[in-house]
């Protein structure tokens, strides 16, 4: 082929365990809402920054240091990383990458998070702890958009690798990993029930 592919983006999206994934979320949701009652801090900052919406990102973002159940979701998160780094072909030397920030998103219905990036941070993630049918899928940006300039629009039916936007359904007991820069952002919830996510980031530094 004349034609090759270069300069990839790596999204990867699994199952966090092959089995046990349930009770792990029912203990999951279970902390997610006293955290949304007790933080006060949490609760200012998102009626700001997060409206509608409850984030713990700017108050308790360490949680798999303070809590047994956030921190057995690390245990299961550490195979899934350590493999998406191995298909990156990452050179880490003497030094290991580490979850330095970990933090609990509800979305109500109407709420949204706009694009965005985690700075100071190698890979990022997002495990999905209650998912009700039809909410919001988590929404990734083509890298290189600010670059295309004068390229014409895709056609409606271009092959994934050509899209300039793709979209990830949100799936409880799922994992989905990327690279921090990478732009991604939330559509507001249509659906009535709210929607539960655990964000995270790892670094090697």
Not at 62 to 74: A, I, M
Not at 84 to 98: I, P, V, W, Y
Request: hydrophobic fraction near 35%; charge should be positive.
């Amino acid at each position: 082929m004349p034609t090759r592919a270069w300069f990839p983006t790596f999204i990867y999206d699994a199952p966090l365990t092959k089995r046990g994934a349930a009770a792990l979320n029912k203990q999951l949701l279970s902390e997610c809402m006293t955290i949304r009652e007790i933080d006060d801090e949490g609760r200012r900052w998102s009626e700001t920054n997060y409206p509608g919406g409850f984030t713990s990102y700017n108050s308790m973002n360490q949680l798999h240091r303070t809590s047994s159940t956030f921190g057995e979701l690390e245990k299961h998160l550490t195979r899934h990383v350590r493999s998406f780094a191995k298909s990156l072909d990452f050179e880490l030397g003497s030094r290991k990458l580490t979850m330095t920030d970990c933090w609990t998103n509800v979305m109500p219905r109407h709420a949204a998070h706009p694009l965005h990036i985690h700075p100071i941070a190698t890979i990022s993630g997002t495990y999905y702890v209650r998912t009700p049918r039809g909410c919001a899928k988590l929404k990734f940006e083509d890298p290189r958009l600010p670059s295309f300039m004068a390229a014409p629009p895709r056609k409606a039916d271009c092959r994934d690798e050509n899209r300039t936007f793709i979209h990830y359904p949100a799936e409880a007991g799922r994992v989905i990993l990327f690279e921090s820069w990478l732009r991604h952002e939330v559509s507001a919830n249509q659906t009535a029930d709210e929607r539960v996510s655990i964000s995270f980031n790892w670094n090697w530094f």
